[in-house]
């Protein structure tokens, strides 16, 4: 299940808050981490200053990848829809094709990303999607139309990626690994809420975790009710972290 050969990642939007939890998790687990951030949110990652390297540039900038994943074992990469300039495809495929061939791709995204036909949406939560992108684009300030481009072009790569989507986010202490589903509408997601540090924890396991390789895992907290309630569903004798393959209702 394990590579366990990563030694030295990079963490593509690092100083978001996604990004600090994934650079500190990286970190602990004693990883050389390399961060890329805007120019002026460099100053967010003070408090790694001396322990990370920080290459500062627009995620969506090829020559910033370039540098920046150079010797990477692996790249954690938060996608964001921010923008109407192609933000989250360009970073996206900047990753594809600079990282190194044999580095472990993990990149962030949210239920609203579908993988295989097979996700099942309530209608209020497509509804919430439909008008926060119309909304988005009309402000031209989100377009989230190219986050769903990205991940058509990351799921498209023959590259070891994961793509973990995130269910709603809250802070809080950390409740340790998320448990996750191949389906939006499976019963072990309905609680549909995760800690961002365990969402930033997950990403982070995913480095060596060769069963999430080609897989687009939905995550929700471990003890959230319907993880405690439904975590030992499907077929798998890991269910805890792994997915709940029955079909049932859609998340409300
Ligand atoms: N928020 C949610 O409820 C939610 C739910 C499910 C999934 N997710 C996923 O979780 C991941 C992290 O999202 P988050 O909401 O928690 O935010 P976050 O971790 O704070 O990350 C936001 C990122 O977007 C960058 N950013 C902000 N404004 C930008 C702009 N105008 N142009 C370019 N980059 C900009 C930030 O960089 P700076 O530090 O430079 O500002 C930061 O790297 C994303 O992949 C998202 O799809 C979020």
Redesign the pocket.
Known sequence: MSTDRTRKVCIV?A?????RYMVRHALDRGYDVVGV??E??VP?LAPFADRITIVPGP?NDRDVIRTAVAGCDGVLT???P??VRQ?SSGTAQAVLDHADPSARLVF????HIARDGADRYSWRFKAAVRIAARLGRLVRAVEVDD?VEACRRIFASDRRWTVVR????EEGPSQGLPVWSRHIGDPVLASNLTR?VD?ALFMVEALTDDTLVHEAPAIVGRLTPSAQTHAGDGPSPEAAGNPATSAGDPPE
């Open positions: 939007g100083s978001g808050k996604l990004g951030c805007r002026r949110s967010k995620t938060v996608l964001v921010w923008g933000y962030s995204c949210g239920w986050q995130g269910s709603d986010l961002r969402f």
